[in-house]
């Protein structure tokens, strides 16, 4: 995704980015995003559960505000992300995220309204 920022030259759209020279914002833009997405896929597979569901969710947010952003972008004058390429790397990423999110959400309510039910269960059992 981030590789079509960069043919794109998507930092001219950033806030700061796009005030510097030509050379030194696109150099700014790779070397911001090399260790920054080193650390989300580290976080989405790292080993304690609990710091790899909220990496995953935050990532999903990302990819949404990210859909959005663009979306928001779409009649800049400097926008150039209007191939068919751009456009499913971009926002299938944003409904990807979407997707992730509504699963979480279903399968935690599910989880809780099957734990409630085991406990109501229980409590019948024991009364």
């Given at each position: 995704?981030?590789?079509?920022?960069?043919?794109?030259?998507?930092?001219?759209?950033?806030?700061?980015?796009?005030?510097?020279?030509?050379?030194?914002?696109?150099?700014?833009?790779?070397?911001?995003?090399?260790?920054?997405?080193?650390?989300?896929?580290?976080?989405?597979?790292?080993?304690?559960?609990?710091?790899?569901?909220?990496?995953?969710?935050?990532?999903?947010?990302?990819?949404?505000?990210?859909?959005?952003?663009?979306?928001?972008?779409?009649?800049?004058?400097?926008?150039?992300?209007n191939s068919?390429?751009?456009?499913w790397?971009?926002?299938?990423?944003?409904?990807?995220?979407?997707?992730?999110?509504?699963?979480?959400?279903?399968?935690?309510?599910?989880?809780?309204?099957?734990?409630?039910?085991?406990?109501?269960?229980?409590?019948?059992?024991?009364?």
């Amino acid at each position: 995704m981030k590789l079509d920022a960069v043919t794109q030259s998507e930092w001219r759209l950033l806030y700061i980015l796009n005030t510097l020279p030509e050379e030194i914002a696109r150099t700014a833009f790779v070397i911001i995003h090399v260790p920054l997405f080193f650390l989300i896929f580290w976080l989405t597979f790292y080993e304690v559960l609990h710091i790899r569901e909220w990496s995953r969710i935050a990532f999903s947010i990302f990819l949404i505000i990210h859909a959005g952003l663009h979306k928001a972008l779409e009649n800049h004058p400097l926008y150039t992300f209007n191939s068919l390429m751009s456009q499913w790397l971009i926002f299938g990423g944003g409904l990807l995220g979407l997707i992730y999110l509504i699963i979480i959400v279903t399968s935690n309510l599910f989880r809780t309204n099957s734990i409630r039910e085991q406990g109501d269960r229980i409590s019948t059992k024991i009364s």
